[in-house]
């Protein structure tokens, strides 16, 4: 018996169209794999039976007016994606985040969610997934990933095991604040922290540089917002350098956009100075908005 599963429901309308009956779905936990749900409308039922180590089940059922109906479901192990997460030097990630997709995405109402961990070992293991091609990607808030390392994409059979291995970097975190923001209005005003990297002196690098030592090249920019005390948070930093610039933006109405858009206010927006990241460290920010 499968002694932990979830449970979904849905019901046939007068229009001929399926709809979820929330009130009936629950998560399941029963050593002898048994459910029972009652006080259910006569009619056809669609049942959806899921377990994070087995392909989901799907199945249909017919009510009658104070009729039972019995269902013996069988779930298949499926496929699997075995794998490791590590440092460069090798050193197991414990703890990292591991997120998995179907590509291209599964229609409405199939499984999307795969996401697991690794355990204190750096290995992960993900089960009950159907055959096809699947993206792979590893993040933990100490780590980033330098170009595809920390990504991957398999196509797994319908029965398969497929292993990968992935490598995080060590990276910094940075805790912040801009002064003089004044009175933010939620909704209409938001606050941006713009990290754009400062590249390392090619000249210096040049002379110093041992082969397979050389430095990687400066990562792409990255934004991060500040709440309403100008204080700002980001984890999985790359280390180096960073220039700062702050931008203030406002919705504004606009006709041809519901909603309205987001317009950048000039005088509110600039230069707020540098700051750098080590691996391992967390790097405090002070400054004052221009």
């Not at 933010?184 to 938001?190: H, K, M």
Request: proline letters at 7%; a negative charge; hydrophobic letters at 35%.
């Amino acid at each position: 018996p499968v002694a932990e599963f979830s449970l979904s429901f849905e019901r046939q309308g007068a229009d001929g169209e399926f709809r979820t009956e929330h009130r009936h779905g629950r998560d399941v936990r029963d050593a002898g794999g048994r459910f029972a749900c009652e006080g259910m409308h006569a009619g056809e039922w669609r049942v959806r039976v899921g377990s994070k180590d087995h392909v989901h089940w799907r199945g249909g059922v017919s009510l009658a007016p104070g009729g039972t109906a019995e269902l013996d479901v069988v779930l298949h192990a499926g496929s699997r994606i075995e794998g490791t997460v590590a440092l460069p030097d090798g050193t197991p990630v414990a703890g990292a985040a591991i997120h998995i997709r179907l590509v291209p995405r599964p229609l409405p109402g199939e499984r999307t969610n795969f996401d697991t961990h690794t355990e204190e070992d750096g290995a992960f293991v993900a089960a009950g997934m159907e055959g096809g091609s699947y993206q792979i990607e590893a993040t933990h808030p100490d780590c980033y990933a330098e170009g595809t390392e920390g990504k991957a994409k398999v196509d797994v059979s319908a029965a398969g095991v497929v292993s990968v291995g992935l490598v995080l970097r060590p990276a910094g975190r940075v805790l912040g604040r801009v002064h003089g923001l004044g009175f933010v209005q939620p909704g209409e005003d938001i606050w941006i922290v713009r990290f754009t990297p400062i590249a390392a002196d090619s000249g210096r690098a040049e002379a110093i540089a041992v082969p397979g030592t050389e430095r990687a090249s400066p990562g792409p920019p990255f934004e991060c917002w500040t709440d309403a005390q100008g204080t700002f948070h980001r984890d999985s930093v790359r280390p180096g350098k960073y220039r700062l610039e702050l931008v203030h933006k406002r919705s504004v109405e606009d006709p041809e956009r519901p909603g309205g858009k987001w317009v950048v206010v000039p005088d509110d927006s600039g230069p707020l100075g540098e700051v750098e990241i080590r691996a391992g460290e967390l790097a405090f920010f002070e400054g004052e908005a221009p």
